[in-house]
């Protein structure tokens, strides 16, 4: 692995960012993985503003970068983000919060092409990697997970899954991105989900085989949730979702979800004892668990023709937000599975965060929207465009800032001085 030199003195390092009051209120100013601090989408604070105007939503600074689908992660000094270099390596930079400047930068060989119908959007990195406080894991698209010390990007440990399972390169690549709980990182890779030793990289168990190739290599990140009394991991495989126990590895239940090609891309939301998702071309569904004599029993409490794609909703007062196939936003209430509105397009694909009753969108052609969450009607507050490129990775905010991944590029705004209503 080639690493650059730290661009400024090791000084540097422990210095922090303050954590900047919105409005008068703290809030967490780090977004330590895929959909923030809780995974959820949802942030903790007073309402943003109710504009995105320039003077409420200004640009901090903007760095080009190589192509990327993986979405920033943020800690109190830096910025984490990954690259895709000539078709042939990929990168990782850690920059500075405040400024943008290069800290460090850590490369390796190991770029892929995935196929033909899917490689008009790119063969770019494509999971979103995953810091805890101390080491940053990032998922290569070669099904290698490397585990790099975030204060000056020397990598400590790496994993090859196709060396050490013998399983077949993944078609898409390495998409799912990983978790970390406690002492260890769980991930879907190897044809398989794995759990791991985040401080040595030892694999420590490996459960639902799916045999691979282009019904392999699951897209969906893992999630962890307390689903009929027992806290446990909720992944959704190409064709599954079932709930994994975290010590042993035992498989507590599981259901098959009606798919397209193994095409089951969002991310599970927990909701009560029941677990949320939806399938490209299918249905929406809420499965519902329960537990008896240590058995656990799992039925399909709803269903909808709602048609889910890659957009995970986020969830606010019993109500998902969910981006679909077909372009458009919907809200579906969980508890009855009832569709309240549906939008007109608003982009291929959306990521979403929310606050209170706010939810930011930014879809795949560079526009973000601020949303009123209204279960009754679509109530759009604001919308401009952030960017003219792509933007396919996740949005991050926090601290005050705005974090927009572009296609070749980094954009950071701030609004952490705006008065908010």
């Known amino acids: 692995m080639l690493r650059t030199p730290p661009f400024f003195c090791a000084v540097f390092l422990v210095l922090t960012v303050p954590c900047v009051p919105i409005f008068g209120q703290e809030v967490i100013d780090t977004w330590p993985q895929w959909r923030g601090p809780s995974r959820d989408g949802i942030i903790q604070g007073s309402n943003w503003p109710s504009s995105l105007s320039d003077d409420v939503l200004n640009r901090d600074w903007q760095v080009k970068l190589p192509p990327s689908y993986s979405g920033p992660i943020i800690s109190k000094d830096a910025v984490f983000v990954t690259g895709t270099i000539n078709e042939k390596s990929e990168v990782v930079y850690a920059l500075d919060r405040n400024t943008g400047q290069q800290i460090w930068r850590a490369e390796w060989t190991g770029a892929m092409s995935v196929p033909f119908f899917a490689a008009s959007n790119g063969s770019w ?7 805890d406080g101390n080491r940053l894991f990032v998922a290569g698209m070669r099904d290698v997970l490397v585990s790099l010390n975030a204060s000056t990007g020397d990598e400590e440990w790496r994993v090859d899954f196709v060396q050490q399972f013998n399983s077949p390169l993944p078609a898409f690549g ?4 990983p978790l970390v709980d406690g002492d260890s990182i769980y991930v879907q890779a190897g044809s398989s989900f794995v759990k791991l030793n985040k401080k040595s990289g030892e694999i420590i168990w490996r459960v639902l085989e799916d045999g691979g190739g282009m019904m392999g290599s699951a897209f969906s990140s893992p999630v ?11 992944v959704q495989t190409r064709l599954k979702l079932a709930g994994v126990d975290p010590d042993s590895g035992n498989v507590l239940w599981a259901q098959n979800v009606p798919n397209f090609r193994g095409m089951n891309i969002l991310t599970p939301v927990p909701f009560g004892d029941g677990v949320f998702t939806s399938s490209y071309r299918n249905k929406s569904w809420l499965f519902m668990t329960s537990k008896s004599d240590e058995q656990y029993n799992v039925v399909e409490a709803w269903n909808n023709n709602a048609q ?11 109500h998902a937000y969910l981006h679909l196939q077909n372009e458009r936003i919907t809200c579906i209430d969980l508890r009855t599975g009832d ?18 009753d706010r939810i930011l969108a ?5 526009q973000l929207t601020l949303i009123r969450a209204n279960p009754e009607k679509l109530e759009i507050l604001d919308s401009r465009n952030v960017s003219d490129q792509e933007t396919w990775a996740h ?4 601290g005050g800032q705005v974090f927009i991944r572009e296609l070749t590029g980094l954009s950071v705004f701030d609004w952490r001085k705006t008065q908010g209503n």
């Open 339 to 356: 569709r309240s509105w549906t939008s007109q397009p608003l982009g291929k694909y959306c990521s979403m965060v929310a606050q209170k």
């Open 395 to 398: 949005l991050a905010v926090c």
């Open 174 to 177: 390495f998409v799912s991105s």
């Open 224 to 234: 962890v949730a307390t689903l009929s009394g027992k806290r446990q991991l909720v």
């Open 308 to 318: 889910g794609y890659m957009s995970t909703p986020v969830v606010i007062e019993g």
């Open 125 to 131: 990195i494509r999971s979103t990697p995953a810091f």
């Open 362 to 366: 930014l879809d795949s052609g560079g």
